[in-house]
């Protein structure tokens, strides 16, 4: 089994940042995905960034580009989410999520196979 703990939401004004960290423990894979996703209040749950565990190759969702950068620290098994220049409508619970196949980056929620308990990010405007 894995587990994903998440941190480092919290509630800032519209331009501000926030740094989301996601601690992986337990069963460990050779090459994978980890990605972030947020869910807004009331909407579906959508993508927002992934990294490739191995390569470092990343991808972003077209409304984070040039604002949100994923990082991964291998000694800590952790990946990071910078958010800078937020927006109010960045405003959702974000969760991290690890995807064991060995393929590509994948942007769907069902091609994810763990999942973090969230940690909410609110943006004022």
């Known amino acids: 089994q894995v587990q994903l703990v998440e941190s480092g939401g919290g509630l800032v004004q519209a331009g501000g940042s926030l740094r989301l960290s996601c601690a992986a423990s337990g069963r460990t894979f050779s090459r994978y995905v980890m990605g972030w996703f947020r869910q807004p209040l009331g909407k579906e749950r959508e993508f927002v960034a992934a990294?490739?565990?191995?390569?470092?190759?990343?991808t972003y969702e077209d409304s984070v580009k040039g604002r949100f950068t994923i990082s991964r620290d291998n000694a800590k098994n952790t990946v990071y989410l910078q958010m800078n220049s937020l927006k109010p409508e960045d405003t959702a619970v974000y969760y991290c999520?690890?995807?064991?196949?060995?393929?590509?980056?994948?942007?769907?929620?069902?091609?994810?196979?763990?999942w973090g308990q969230g940690t909410q990010v609110t943006v004022s405007s």
């Open positions: 990294i490739n565990w191995s390569s470092g190759s990343t």
């Open positions: 999520a690890l995807d064991i196949l060995p393929r590509g980056v994948q942007v769907r929620v069902r091609d994810y196979d763990y």
